[in-house]
């Protein structure tokens, strides 16, 4: 299908977060940094992982996949969003709002299932370590990981798909900061009927499926934590669930928040504020988070910062 005939508009407008020039500046460097921190702990989170050895399991090779994808969805977006505080104008041209949408569609959706498994993984590790490496093998891993995969590729075909159907006549300002769902078919001049069904399947189903799942897995764990007789044994088993949990909590949570409702319910600042939180806040987090609370990480974060001051320790007296 030729875009020409999708619609007869060819570029849009991103409004932006605010259109209050004394906060220009100010949200120009708190997302800045926001996305440097971002990539930075993401990157980092990667590399220390890929790295380590001890770190080569099913946990980190989740976690690996987890900072990989919040580093690329963070950045379809962020680098756009920054052009709004510096340009009078932030324009995007159709094609590339499309292909916007459809990454970040796929990304988002990826992460729900990441999640999903991460949660799986932990409940296998906690109620059946006894067969936790049969369960969790590096086979089942990969398949577990393809299947989140392709259901981040299909919800990103499905909304981009009818997304395209749609004709956009005259307006093409985008009141928001990327090319979202539910901010285009508030520009559209034809029945969107089939987009807003498209939005409750797809988004309910990454929502309530991995939802589910997540409550009856740490539901098991919870059970098989309190018949634990040591205290000591109860807190590590909470200390490996916690991270997860504050971070499933902030994901699901904001984005439960945006699409789950009627279309004309909540303004539109509402739903700015609880994009950031799903878009900026939670990848910037994600990576400080699982540093900060995992021994694991933090013990290797250590070691390779030592094997890089014995280096260049031993380079300079060479």
């Not at 990826?110 to 936790?132: F, G, H, K, Q």
């Not at 307006?171 to 409750?200: G, K, R």
């Not at 994009?275 to 290797?300: C, E, W």
Request: net charge positive; with cysteine.
């Amino acid at each position: 299908m030729a875009l020409a005939n999708a619609s007869s508009v060819t570029e849009f407008i991103l409004a932006g977060l605010t259109d209050q020039p004394e906060l220009q500046l100010p949200l120009f460097l708190l997302f800045m940094g926001t996305y440097v921190i971002t990539i930075v702990g993401n990157v980092g989170l990667i590399i220390l992982i890929r790295m380590n050895s001890q770190l080569h399991t099913p946990m980190y090779f989740f976690l690996f996949n987890l900072s990989f994808i919040d580093l690329c969805y963070s950045s379809v977006f962020t680098p756009k969003m920054l052009m709004n505080f510096v340009l009078v104008k932030n324009i995007i041209s159709y094609s590339r709002c499309m292909a916007q949408l459809y990454f970040f569609c796929f990304f988002v959706s990826s992460e729900c299932y990441v999640l999903t498994i991460m949660a799986y993984d932990r409940y296998v590790a906690i109620c059946n370590p006894l067969l936790y490496n049969v369960t969790m093998s590096n086979q089942i891993c990969s398949w577990l990981l393809g299947g989140a995969y392709v259901m981040g590729f299909a919800g990103a075909v499905a909304h981009t798909a009818c997304m395209l159907r749609l004709s956009f006549c005259d307006a093409n300002n985008i009141n928001h900061y990327m090319c979202d769902v539910l901010p285009l078919l508030q520009l559209s001049c034809s029945s969107t009927y089939l987009n807003e069904l498209a939005v409750f399947i797809v988004v309910g189903t990454n929502v309530t499926v991995p939802s589910v799942t997540i409550f009856v897995s740490y539901a098991l764990i919870l059970s098989s934590v309190l018949n634990i007789s040591s205290t000591e044994g109860r807190s590590k088993a909470f200390s490996t669930c916690s991270s997860h949990i504050i971070v499933i909590t902030l994901f699901f949570g904001s984005a439960s928040f945006m699409y789950l409702k009627p279309f004309s319910s909540g303004s539109v600042d509402q739903d700015k504020v609880s994009t950031i939180f799903y878009t900026i806040v939670g990848p910037m987090l994600n990576p400080i988070i699982y540093s900060l609370r995992n021994k694991d990480v933090q013990t290797a974060l250590r070691r390779t910062l030592k094997r890089r001051i014995f280096f260049r320790t031993w380079v300079g007296f060479s």
